[in-house]
């Protein structure tokens, strides 16, 4: 059996190849290093399987208001978190992209 029949029992696999099963949904940006403050992670998931778990752990916090971008790998969302030494409640937005590092890695 072929690996797309797994997913897709009455395709065609010659016209549902894995690459066509695995093929970004979205336009994926070039991945540029940079040195500032941007926390990274490299993987070679599928960036649609990537956002998909990575908004569903946000609505798991209980984050609703997430913008996401409709023709890139990017949303943007608030966090709320408590200063330390005021106990006060702080709002930090924040935005997660993913781009491309070459043909098989992202960069979130």
Do not use: W
Not at 62 to 69: E, F
């Amino acid at each position: 059996m072929v690996r797309s029949e797994l997913f897709l029992p009455n395709a065609n696999p010659e016209k549902n190849s894995d690459d066509e099963l695995f093929k970004p949904k979205k336009h994926l940006d070039d991945y540029v290093a940079v040195f500032d403050q941007d926390t990274v992670f490299f993987s070679s998931y599928n960036p649609d399987m990537i956002e998909q778990k990575l908004l569903q752990s946000l609505t798991a916090e209980g984050i609703k208001d997430a913008t996401v971008s409709k023709d890139k790998y990017k949303f943007k969302f608030q966090k709320i978190g408590m200063d330390e030494q005021s106990s006060a409640e702080d709002a930090v937005m924040m935005t997660v992209r993913i781009t491309k590092v070459d043909a098989e890695t992202v960069a979130v």
